[in-house]
């Protein structure tokens, strides 16, 4: 999944871009909230990791924005502030989660995929659509109890259709989610998918998209 960080600290920045890579997120890193808005302009994330003291302006003012403009993605809040008023009036915000530093990047991840897990309608890590399981933490995936090796990028591309299973998703978005260049790519990556799935689970909406059969 996608996560954009704003973070102005250089080496907190890179030890959290590194943990969130290596747990499996595609992210982005800007320091400011200008770079944070306009990135956003252009470009759907899942969810946000956002710095309160930023060079620029605080973070709450983007938060405010944000939730003004109706996003519904989640967010954490990331800040130095551990004062009461200062957690409660986040939340109050639209936060939907606040970690005050230092913190382990451990439960960083943790939280950040709680608050994706129950944006997307999972009460656990263990997503169940039918025979279909996927294990959001370990990253494993099984069809009636048997597992299913997939690549990272047909783990994400699974993960967004489950994520939005029953409803069609163009082929434009994916292509810009996945990164994978071409609709060419992406088609790959389906018959990949259907090819150790079953053919069964992703259907093809001819000119439109595909999505994820709940049937």
Known sequence: MHALLVEDDLALGAALAQ??????????????????????REEQQDSMLLDLGLPDGEGLMLLRELRSQGETMPIVVLSAQHALDTRVSALLEGADDYLVKPFAITEMLARLQAVTRRSSGFASSRWQIGSLCIDTHSR???????????????????????RKAGRVIQ???LVEYLRCGSFNALEVHIHNLRRKLGSQWVRTVRGVGYLLSTQ
């Open 140 to 162: 494993e995936v099984q069809v009636r109890d048997t597992p299913v090796p997939l690549s990272p990028s047909e783990f994400s591309l699974l993960l967004e259709l489950v």
């Open 19 to 40: 943990g969130l890579r290596h747990a499996g997120w595609h992210m982005v890193w800007v320091r400011r909230l200008k770079e944070a808005r306009d990135f956003l």
């Open 171 to 173: 082929r434009e978005y």
